[in-house]
């Protein structure tokens, strides 16, 4: 093999290393000159190549500086630009760095499209965070001074609720708070501006009870000494009533007399604490001794013990006996009036016998009488109760009266009747005292305290036999309802935190719910419905704002068919949505349409520079009757003029042509016009400068 050959052998291994490495190249191309000198156009080969390395270097030199600068958007554009086989010491370590920084820096600026336009905090740290990776990086500047207008106009909207509260215009402030509701997202700032505005109304209305309740303790302060002394002296002349009862045994209405006292002295709490205590004392001291609690009895001392008066046959007739159970009778103590008169049975059986069926006929119908007494004394205790509002009790005074009624085999349908009205009447009384707590528990919405309430009512009513189909349909209605309110409620969450798909889901979960259960009337269920329509016109319009953000990033990489494709996204997006037709969207709309012009544009200013790129050695063999194994290198395409539907491009490069012992190297430049109206070419200009360089010996 002759060098020739090897040099031969040796090229094509070096065309190989191009894309590898440029240097490693270069020495081949110099070792096979040195081999074969006469190797056609190789001295030429050299030449470019090492006039590429020189022009890589300062290009080199250039994206350094970029990178120490910030500029990285720049400096990854002309490291992109870059020869694959061009290296040097830190290109790998910049090159992982700047598109690093390229990726987080597209993440964030897509991040900041799904976030709400209302949310203009997380906007701007996103774009700060971005701008820090990439600072160079286009369009993230304009968009941070938008943000800050829009945060300066929010933070003199602040200043001017904050000043109308002070003020003490509550009502201003709270209009002008709903207004800024709409613009911005309701962050922390706001709910403290709406805490403020509450607590301001809460403060007057306190302030108002205030002045009432100390109106109330002076007032109360002048007539209490009053009422204390009163009610001693009303206690004292009770007292003196006290022991003529005694005298006469009337032991009933002298224990009534001496709870009257304690009754009364009890409520005297701050004066006359003397009289009280040496009153008190004395009425204790008899409600407490034998003889009185014994007489309380119906008892008497006979023969150093007590008994029954109606066990000392000799000490009366039969009628004191039964006058004494006629007086049990009168003051309503049923149950000792029922002991006396059959104490008064017993007394009877000592009497004659033909006088004895008489007074035994008498004696049952009194206790029938008592009997009939005590169910009614019942029946009233349990009004009394009913009128306190303290219904379970009631209940139980009413079911005992039933108990009596049966127990003693009273026979009178009409109090039986009575009874059973007046249970289903405290059971009604207390199924509305559950169903009012539900509904404060609704009106303050804590939804599931409210259903849980309601079905305590609904169990209450079934339990004790009063649930009817109405009041069963108005529980199960209340229930449904606050089932809907509880899950809008969820999704108005959803829509003020701007997540529209959550937003949407419940709200049409909602809806359905209302249908199923016929609250489609229900206001809650409009304003729903409404909501639901505005969260799937916002999801349209968030899904066009991300796709219009990740259209700008592909139009700074020049990746213009893939912008059109994102723009005919949005357009998509648009027709499909049933809210085509409203006017934000058609403001989208249009401006979408103005964008895919200006991107066709730059797709066909795109295709022609790669047209141009393709062909433009040809053409400049043809521009300078060049020899058709000329070769190029450092082509600059410049778009010169677009007007009048002519296009005007400015086309250099650089050659080198070995001849003998000297070599030239020349810098081609044309100006080159396309006219779109026919679609042809033409040269308007050309020029040509050379340098002649002595032959160089490798």
């Known amino acids: 093999m002759d060098d020739f050959q090897k040099a031969e052998i040796m090229l094509e291994d070096a065309e190989s290393l191009r894309d590898m490495d440029l240097k490693l190249a270069l020495e081949m191309l110099k070792e096979a000159y040195n081999m074969a000198p006469d190797y056609p156009n190789l001295a030429n080969k050299i030449f470019l190549l090492e006039s590429s390395l020189e022009e890589m270097n300062k290009t080199r030199d250039r994206l350094l500086k970029m990178y120490e600068d910030g500029e990285y958007y720049k400096a ?70 938008e943000i800050e207008k829009d945060i300066e106009q929010f933070k003199a909207s602040i200043e001017q609720i904050n000043s109308t509260i002070k003020t003490g215009d509550t009502k201003e402030a709270q209009e002008l708070l709903d207004s800024l509701g709409d613009k911005y997202l309701k962050t922390g700032t706001l709910y403290e501006l709406q805490e403020k505005i509450t607590r301001r109304i809460k403060a007057r209305k306190k302030n108002l009870a205030l002045i009432l309740i100390l109106i109330f303790v002076m007032s109360f302060s002048i007539t209490y000494g009053a009422y204390e002394l009163r009610s001693i002296k009303k206690a004292q002349s009770t007292w003196e009533e006290v022991a003529p009862l005694i005298n006469e045994e009337n032991f009933e209405d002298a224990h009534k007399k001496s709870l009257e ?31 009185f609690t014994e007489g309380l009895k119906g008892n008497i001392l006979f023969e150093g013990r007590y008994i029954p008066k109606a066990a000392v046959l000799n000490t009366g007739s039969m009628n004191r006996v039964v006058s004494e ?3 049990f009778l009168k003051t309503e103590r049923f149950e000792e009036a029922i002991k006396a008169y059959q104490n008064a049975l017993i007394v009877s059986a000592t009497i004659k016998s033909e006088e004895s069926s008489t007074t035994k ?12 007494g005590r169910v009614n004394k019942l029946i009233k205790d349990g009004d009394r109760l009913y009128d306190t509002i303290n219904f379970d009790a009631a209940v139980g005074k009413y079911q005992e009266a039933a108990r009596f009624l049966k127990k003693d085999n009273i026979e009178d349908p009409s109090i039986l009747r009575k009874i059973d009205s007046s249970i289903n009447r405290a059971h009604l009384a207390s199924l509305d005292g559950l169903i009012s707590t539900a509904n404060r528990y609704y009106n303050s919405l804590d939804y599931d305290s409210a259903i849980d309430q309601y ?11 009063i649930a009817t189909q109405e009041i069963k349909n108005l529980l199960a209605k209340n229930i449904n309802i606050t089932k809907l ?22 709200y049409e ?10 609250l489609t009337n229900t206001p809650s269920i409009k304003q729903t419905t409404q909501r639901l329509a505005e969260s799937k016109l916002s999801r349209t319009i968030s899904i066009c704002n991300k796709l219009d953000q990740e259209a700008e990033i592909l139009w700074a990489r020049n990746e213009f068919a893939k912008v059109m494709a994102q723009y005919q996204h949005i357009l998509t997006a648009i027709k499909s949505s049933a809210y085509s037709t409203d006017s934000k969207l058609k403001e989208i709309q249009a401006e979408t349409l103005a964008k895919m012009v200006k991107t066709d544009r730059a797709i066909f200013l795109d295709g022609k520079k790669v047209y141009l790129a393709k062909n433009y050695e040809s053409i400049m063999r043809r521009a300078f009757n060049l020899s058709s194994d000329a070769s190029f290198l450092n082509l600059e395409i ?61």
């Open 76 to 145: 990854l554009e002309l490291l992109n630009n870059m020869p694959l086989g061009y290296t040097f010491s830190r290109k790998e370590e910049i090159s992982k760095k700047l598109k690093e920084n390229l990726r987080q820096t597209e993440d964030l600026l897509t991040s900041t499209s799904a976030v709400s336009q209302q949310d203009l905090s997380k906007k701007m740290d996103a774009l700060k965070s971005a701008l820090a990776l990439t600072p160079d990086f286009p369009g993230i500047r304009e968009k941070m001074q």
């Open 261 to 291: 006292i304690l009754a009364t002295l009890v409520g005297t709490r701050l004066l006359w604490q003397s009289q009280k205590k040496e009153l008190s004392t004395q009425v204790t001291e008899l409600l407490n001794s034998d003889s």
């Open 325 to 327: 159970a006629d007086h």
């Open 361 to 372: 006929a008498a004696i049952n119908t009194l206790i029938k009488q008592a009997q009939l």
């Open 455 to 465: 079905n305590k009512a609904l169990s209450f009513a079934t339990t004790n036999k």
């Open 485 to 506: 309110d509880k899950l809008i409620s969820s999704g108005d969450h959803r829509f003020r935190l701007a997540e529209w798909e959550s937003a949407i889901e419940i």
């Open 509 to 518: 979960q909602a809806i359905k719910f209302a249908e199923k259960n016929g």
């Open 638 to 698: 410049i778009l010169l003029s677009d007007k009048d539907n002519k296009l005007l491009y400015n086309i250099s490069a650089f050659s080198y042509e070995k001849k003998n012992r000297t070599g030239k190297y020349s810098r081609y430049e044309i100006q080159y016009l396309y006219d779109t109206d026919t679609d042809s070419w033409q040269l308007t200009k050309k020029n040509m400068s050379s340098t002649q360089k002595e032959d160089v010996i490798y």
